[in-house]
C-alpha cells in the first residue's frame, strides 16, 4: 500500500528521534553501569530497549507503506556529566517526541491513515510512560537529595 509522502517524512523524523534516543540512552546505562549504579544502568537500558522496538515498528510501517526507512540519520545526541544531568537531558528528548507523535497523529488523521494513527498512538503512551518515570526520578533527587539517590541505585 502506497503511503502518504507526508506521512512517510513524520515517520522518518520519528524514526531519527528513536535511533537518537537508543544512542543516548545506552551510552548513560553503560556509564551508569560502570560507576556502579546498577538499578539505574538496568532501568536506562529497559527504555532503550522499549525505543528499539518503537523503532522497529517505524521501519516495519514505512515498508508497509513502499517507501524506503532512513537509519543512517540521527539527531544531536544529549549525554551530560552525571546521572541529574542524564534525566534532565531524557526529559527534554521525551517532552519532544511526545509533541512530535501528536504532530504525527494528527497528520495521520488528516490524511485518513489510521493503520499509522494506531501504531502512533501505541508509541505515544510508551513515551508518556518514559517521561513519567524521569519526572518520578527527578522529583525523588529533589526531595531526597542526588547522594541519597544514587545511593540507592548502587546493586
Not at 539527531?75 to 534532565?88: L, Q, R, S, Y
Request: glycine share 4%; hydrophobic share 40%.
Amino acid at each position: 500500500m502506497k503511503g502518504n509522502p507526508k506521512v512517510i517524512e513524520k515517520l522518518n523524523f520519528l524514526l531519527a528521534d528513536e535511533l537518537t534516543a537508543i544512542s543516548q540512552y545506552m551510552v548513560q546505562a553503560e556509564m551508569c553501569a560502570n560507576w556502579g549504579y546498577k538499578h539505574l544502568a538496568e532501568a536506562v537500558e529497559k527504555r532503550a530497549i522499549d525505543e528499539m522496538k518503537h523503532a522497529e515498528k517505524h521501519i516495519s510501517r514505512i515498508l508497509f507503506l513502499e517507501e524506503n526507512p532512513i537509519v543512517s540519520e540521527l539527531n544531536k545526541i544529549h549525554i551530560g556529566d552525571g546521572v541529574e544531568a542524564f534525566h534532565k537531558n531524557d526529559w527534554e528528548a521525551e517532552s519532544g517526541a511526545i509533541k512530535a507523535y501528536n504532530d504525527a497523529i494528527k497528520l495521520a488523521v488528516e490524511v485518513g491513515d489510521n493503520g499509522t494513527r494506531e501504531l502512533l498512538e501505541s508509541i505515544l503512551k510508551d513515551e508518556e510512560d518514559h517521561i513519567d518515570w524521569i519526572e518520578a526520578q527527578l522529583d525523588q533527587i529533589k526531595q531526597m537529595s542526588i547522594q541519597v539517590y544514587l545511593s540507592e541505585q548502587i546493586s
